[in-house]
Structure formats: C-alpha cells, structure tokens
C-alpha cells in the first residue's frame, strides 16, 4: 500500500527545501564576500602582474648610431640654449635667435629677437618666446608672428595650450602677481588679480581653465596648493590641500592634477584633495607627466642610488625603476616613460616593463622625443637617433 502523506506534510517539505535553497545561496554570497575581501587586502601583490597580462614585449635594442647629414645641429653659445619639439618640427632658441628645423635637420627659419633673457614654451606647431624678468611676448609659428605684447608689468613666466591660449603671469603694484589669459588671436578672455603668489598653470578642459599652483607657509613649512580655475567664472572651484612641498611644475589631465616638486611629488584629484604623495630618497632631477601617467627621476648620491618612479594614475603606488646610472631627463610619450641616464635612453611601461633602450655614448644634459627619433641635447650641439619603442 503507497505511502500517504496529508497536507501538511507536503507543506512542510515545501518550505524546509526552500530553507535549504536560502541557506545555501546565503553561504555561497558569504563565501563571494570572502573572495573580495581577500583579493582586496592582498592587491599590492596581484594587481601589478595583471597590467602585463597580454602585454609580453621583447625588449628593443636600437642602435644608437648618430645620423649623419645635416647633424649635429651646431649651437652656437654654448650650452645655454633651449631644445623643444612640437609637430614634426625642432625649435632651438639660443640668446638671440629662434631657429626652426625639420626632423631631417634643415633649417626651415630663423628669426632674431631681442629679447636679453628669452624662453620658449611650444605646443601644437607654435612657439611662444617670452622674456623672462622683461615684459614682452610674442606667438609665433614657422611662418609668422601671429601676435606680440607688452605687459605693463615683470613677466613671471608664461604658458602655451596646445589650442592656441596664452596664459601670462605678471608683477603687480597692488597684489602678489596678476594673471592675464589670451585667445589665439591675442584678444584677452581673462584676468585675475591674485592675493597669492602663482608659480605655475597647466590648462584643463579644451583650455576653458587651469590648474594654479601657488606656495605658501603652513605650520613654518613652505606647501603647495592646487586652485581649479575656470576662465567663464570669478573665483575658483576649489584649492586643495597644501602638499608638502614647493611644486617646480603642474600637469593637468583629466583626472587631475599632478605636482611635480622640489623634494616630493603628488596627486590632486577632481575634487581637490590630495589623493597620493611620494616624498623622494635623494635629489629631483626632471618630471614629466601626460594623461595622468607621470614619472620623476632621483639621484641620490651619497647612496650611489638611481631610480624612476613612475605613476599609472592619480592614487596609485609609483613603480620603481633602479637605474644602473645617475639619471639626466625623462618624457613622457605616447603612454611610455623615456628615461635617459648618463650612458643610455630607455622606454619603460608604466608596469615597469623595459620596451626598448638605446645606448649613448656622450655627454648629454637632455633629449626630446618624436615619432621616430631621439634628440640629445649636447653643449653646443644637437644629435639625433633613431628609436622604435615598439609602440
């Protein structure tokens, strides 16, 4: 004769199958949160590996032979000249003379200036050459000057957009320096009269603002503090914290700004808080920084020790490279960190993954990158290799 369950009996087999269902999606949703935590506490140690997954490069050996042709670009004057790159062209500005080459070392234009202490900034195929502790500036490309200007006041310094903006920091008889911000036609967008005293911008949003950097005296310690600035608007969004540090130089991207200092570098991120900070073992050397990715290169010689830290992003610990030879620049290009040292140029990932080095066999003090070559910045002459980083 079949067994013969009631209702009841039914129900309660019902409901201690669902108790079990329960109890069992309930343990695996606490095993998952056990995972994630694990994971979590132990990221220093996974996550840098997974940034090379499906990114196996063999390293790159160039050559390093000099060309030949037209270089070495001479130099006239010695080593106090400036080398900048800026859209298949090489800018060299030496104490009276703006000379533009192609890659291939022709001169393409020279122009004099009479400016007795100039500098050049370029960005997007122009140059802007300013006098420093003078008051006058000029944009220009290889064809023209588009315009010139005299300050009533000390040109601080000066500083070009990649659209075509000017920003000029001056001397003020009232405040600690005055801003004074132009459209690529010269016409002035903005003006600030600043209490602080600003000792750098990097421009932001498609050039509609700035990052301001300016120091002051906390607690008897010089620090450095960011201000977004936007040019449609009075006053600033914020100002951050002050860093620990007098800031040399701010890179803007979007996710923030990095501070590049004499002792220490750090992040500040979209909302105006410091968002990582790297104090240096030993003597700054050069910084650079595009997109958010930023290196730093430090000597520190009593030590005998030479290292790159680099940073992926805002927030993220700095990987750190040690070079076998005090470092002399960097650059960051097309998402890879250029490092030169006294006897080689090489391109690291910002996973600290060698892609390619060359080695160099002078005295060299700096280099810029293009596409396809390195230019070293000798004395009073200016070399050039060929690279492929692989990129």
Excluded at 42 to 68: C, F, H, M
Excluded at 327 to 353: E, H, P, R
Excluded at 354 to 370: E, K, N, P
Aim: some cysteine; glycine content about 8%; aromatic content about 12%.
């Amino acid at each position: 004769m079949p067994n013969m369950y009631d209702a009841d009996d039914i129900v309660d087999l019902k409901n201690r199958k669902k108790r079990q269902k329960r109890l069992m999606r309930f343990a695996a949703f606490i095993i998952v949160i056990i995972i994630a935590g694990a994971l979590y506490a132990t990221r220093d140690t996974w996550v840098p590996k997974l940034r090379g997954i499906g990114k196996q490069y063999k390293t790159i050996v160039n050559s390093g032979k000099l060309a030949e042709g037209n270089f070495p670009i001479e130099v006239s004057g010695g080593s106090d000249y400036q080398l900048r790159y800026t859209v298949k062209k090489i800018l060299v500005q030496s104490d009276t003379y703006l000379y533009i080459y192609d890659t291939e070392g022709s001169l393409l234009k020279k122009r004099q200036h009479v400016y007795s202490n100039p500098i050049l900034r370029v960005a997007n195929g122009r140059a802007l050459v300013y006098e420093n502790g003078g008051n006058e500036f000029s944009v220009e490309d290889e064809e023209e000057v588009f315009y010139s200007r005299r300050m009533p006041n000390t040109i601080y310094f000066a500083r070009l957009s990649s659209d075509g903006v000017t920003a000029v920091v001056t001397s003020s008889d009232n405040y600690s320096c005055e801003l004074t911000v132009y459209d690529k036609k010269g016409n002035v967008i903005y003006e600030r009269k600043c209490t602080e005293m600003v000792t750098d911008i990097s421009f932001i949003n498609k050039s509609g603002g700035c990052f301001m950097t300016s120091i002051s005296a906390e607690n008897g310690k010089l620090v450095t503090s960011v201000k977004e600035i936007s040019f449609k608007e009075d006053g600033e969004k914020w100002t951050s914290p002050g860093l620990n540090t007098v800031g040399l130089e701010v890179f803007g991207s979007s996710v923030g700004a990095f501070v590049y200092g004499v002792d220490a570098c750090g992040y500040v991120n979209n909302d105006g808080q410091i968002s990582s900070f790297y104090q240096y073992d030993g003597e700054a050397v050069a910084g650079a920084s595009i997109g958010g990715s930023s290196a730093v290169v430090i000597n520190n010689e009593d030590r005998r020790r030479y290292i790159a830290a680099l940073f992926p992003t805002e927030g993220e610990e700095p990987v750190i490279i040690e070079l076998a030879s005090p470092a002399v620049d960097v650059s960051v290009f097309k998402g890879l960190a250029y490092i030169m040292t006294q006897d080689s140029v090489m391109a690291y990932d910002f996973d600290g993954s060698l892609r390619s080095t060359a080695a160099v066999t002078d005295s060299y003090t700096g280099f810029v990158r293009s596409d396809d070559h390195i230019f070293l910045k000798g004395y009073n002459r200016i070399d050039r290799i060929d690279y492929d980083a692989g990129d």
